[in-house]
């Protein structure tokens, strides 16, 4: 069995893709970028924007015989710190053009202005759902510290959802499967069975659904816009990608090559199932915020983790409203949640 993942990316290279693991400040650890031999040499995504980061992408590429001035291409998967933070310095040093799903560029181009209205986003949603003052300051306060590891990028070649991103050797089916955030695409080489997936499916962890501020929505709107059903909207993506039977090997943004998708999304969904359950059953006793059922379900968690529980129970909560087995309450700003009478 432990050859599996070795024998998965000796395929991967086989096709021209080499993994190059590249450390982050994360609890996720390595983030994997893949540099694919092709004409456009192509880099997708790139660490976040940090030095150790460079270093060991620069290292990951000498050992394919490149350096950063011979990338032509850099891809990236979606908006995250960890996969776009060193994108424009790659750029710069290498003349690389950069390429990104169409949404995604206005955000990338003002990530800083984005970063902030995405904070006031998330503010407003803690506020509502129940997320003590002094634990929302603190949030905020380590979400600018962790600002500078991502970094604006000039997406110079957008592309279209359901569009070809053609290299020499191959061709790249561009599909966008938002959840995880707004922005996750993932690169389909029907010719190989390939997927190169990113933070979509994830074999060691269930990808988190975070809500996030939405992308069309623009940047310096005043007004927050609503919550987007962020669960739903994964849901939604991973039924889709399990649709896709051709597919063999999906290469994932973090841990290990997946090789059976449809048994893995399976098995997610079997989970969010029952986490919907336990939920149901915990404001069956008496009506719960989102706060108070992420501290039912997980206890006090370190607050770097407070919005992603906090994520998780409003995905499930959106699955019961929307079934019609629960509603929200709205008292004085906050929403509680109920069992439908
Ligand atoms: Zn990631």
Not at 198 to 227: F, G, M, W
Not at 259 to 279: G, K, Q, S, W, Y
Request: hydrophobic share 45%; proline share 6%.
């Amino acid at each position: 069995m432990d050859d599996e993942p070795a024998a998965a990316l000796a395929r991967a290279a086989e096709a021209g893709i080499h993994l190059i693991p590249v450390p982050t400040p994360f609890q996720v650890g390595d983030v994997n970028t893949y540099l694919i031999e092709d004409d456009p040499l192509t880099l997708l995504d790139s660490g976040p924007n940090m030095g150790t980061s460079l270093d060991a992408l620069e290292r990951g590429l000498a050992e394919h015989g490149r350096r950063i001035e011979d990338l032509e291409l850099i891809v990236i998967s979606h908006q995250h710190m960890d996969h776009l933070g060193l994108s424009q310095i790659l750029a710069r040093r290498s003349g690389a053009e950069i390429a990104a799903i169409d949404v995604l560029a206005p955000w990338a181009a003002r990530y800083d202005d984005g970063m902030e209205s995405d904070d006031t986003f998330a503010n407003r949603i803690m506020t509502e759902h129940g997320i003590p003052e002094d634990m929302r300051i603190a949030l905020l306060t380590l979400s600018h510290a962790y600002r500078s590891w991502g970094a604006a990028a000039t997406v110079t070649r957008p592309l279209a959802n359901g569009s070809e991103l053609q290299l020499r050797d191959r061709a790249l089916r561009v599909l966008h499967r938002p959840g995880h955030s707004p922005s996750d695409t993932i690169f389909h080489d029907a010719q190989r069975s390939i997927v190169l997936g990113a933070d979509h499916l994830i074999k060691h962890i269930s990808s988190n659904p975070l809500i996030a501020r939405p992308l069309e929505a623009p940047i310096d709107e005043i007004e927050t816009p609503d919550r987007p059903h962020a669960l739903q909207i994964y849901m939604r993506s991973l039924r889709a990608t399990r649709a896709m039977d051709d597919v063999e090997l999906i290469l994932p943004g973090h841990g290990e090559p997946v090789t059976d998708h449809v048994t893995l999304i399976d098995e997610r969904f079997r989970m969010h199932e029952r986490r919907a359950e336990n939920i149901h059953r915990l404001i069956s006793e008496h009506p719960l915020t989102a706060y108070e059922l992420a501290q039912a379900l997980w206890g006090d968690v370190a607050v770097a983790q407070a919005y992603l529980t906090l994520s998780e129970v409003l995905g499930h909560m959106d699955l019961l409203v929307a079934a019609g087995r629960a509603v929200e309450q709205r008292d004085d700003g906050v929403v509680r949640f109920a069992p439908a009478a």
